[in-house]
């Protein structure tokens, strides 16, 4: 049997109550040629038998205890047969043509190695939210990456020979690890963006990113220190960023007491 063009790997664990749409969601993209990797990461409510009963062969479900989401992650990357690798969360829903243009993207740029659409905020109930894009260019991409992490981790497509060169997933900055993948990934490859929203993001109290928030700061501040001293990031600094950009990078670089680097920013922002 011939590899899929895409494995979409899908951790969860108690997830039933958003899963069958996230699943239909990808089951419905234009883009059919994937596997769906679904890692069950110990769960204990309708979770198993909501994927029992999908009668659709590229689902492959891969059980194990419960380990947390890095683990669940790499196993899916263990099994992942695809050139590219997918992420999506089991309460978030991808709109149709998502997978063909993320994967087109990729297809005419071999030296990008992560690509990411617009995302729309959604509520419980799928209402809309908030619009989030970002600029198709790499250096911007790397100036916001010092700022904070401007991806939504289940809208990435991403080679998946970037992320096993990167060293795969770790759990050395707790829940921000996304943020220190894509950090790795851009020492050797550029970034990307697909203009239009083809990801929508559910935001519920129940959601990973609402928990234990004090430890993903922490931690996630921790990560920032080392980015603003990576030459792969620091050398985008400078490249004429837009005046909001700007006036952010200034006041993070003053705040670290890289002077020379904000005087970079001031005179580029002229």
Same mark, same amino acid.
């Given at each position: 049997m011939?590899?899929?063009?895409?494995?979409? #790997? =899908?951790? @969860?664990? &108690? $997830?039933?109550?958003?899963?069958?749409?996230?699943?239909?969601?990808?089951?419905?993209q234009t883009l059919a040629d994937?596997? #769906? =990797?679904? @890692?069950? &990461? $110990?769960?204990?409510?309708e979770t198993p038998e909501i994927?029992?009963?999908?009668?659709?062969?590229?689902l492959r479900v891969l059980r194990q205890e419960p380990a947390g989401l890095v683990a669940a992650l790499e196993r899916g990357i263990g099994e992942a047969r695809a050139p590219y690798l997918a992420r999506m969360d089991a309460d978030d829903v991808s709109l149709p043509?998502?997978?063909?243009?993320?994967?087109?993207?990729?297809?005419?740029?071999?030296?990008v190695a992560l690509?990411?659409?617009?995302?729309?905020?959604?509520d419980e109930a799928g209402r809309p939210g908030r619009r989030v894009t970002v600029p198709d260019d790499d250096a911007a991409l790397r100036r916001r990456l010092l700022l904070r992490n401007p991806f939504t981790h289940g809208a990435v497509v991403v080679r998946a020979a970037a992320v096993r060169q990167a060293g795969g997933y770790r759990a050395?900055?707790?829940?921000?690890?996304?943020?220190d993948l894509w950090r790795r990934i851009a020492r050797d490859w550029k970034l990307g963006a697909v203009p239009g929203v083809l990801y929508r993001y559910r935001e519920h109290s129940g959601a990973v990113t609402r928990s234990r928030v004090d430890e993903r700061v922490e931690?996630?501040?921790?990560?920032?220190?080392?980015?603003?001293?990576?030459?792969?990031?620091?050398?985008?600094?400078?490249?004429?960023?837009?005046?909001?950009?700007?006036?952010?990078?200034?006041?993070?670089?003053?705040?670290?007491?890289?002077?020379?680097?904000?005087?970079?920013?001031?005179?580029?922002?002229?």
């Open positions: 011939s590899a899929p063009r895409v494995s979409v #790997l =899908l951790p @969860v664990r &108690d $997830g039933a109550r958003f899963l069958r749409e996230a699943l239909d969601s990808v089951l419905a994937f596997e #769906l =990797l679904v @890692v069950d &990461d $110990g769960s204990t409510d994927l029992a009963s999908v009668g659709d062969e590229r043509r998502r997978l063909e243009r993320q994967v087109a993207f990729l297809d005419q740029r071999s030296h690509v990411v659409p617009g995302v729309e905020s959604i050395d900055y707790g829940a921000n690890e996304d943020y931690s996630r501040e921790r990560l920032r220190d080392e980015l603003w001293r990576d030459p792969a990031l620091l050398g985008a600094v400078g490249r004429d960023p837009d005046p909001l950009e700007a006036r952010a990078l200034l006041r993070e670089a003053v705040r670290r007491r890289r002077l020379g680097l904000a005087l970079r920013v001031l005179v580029r922002s002229q």
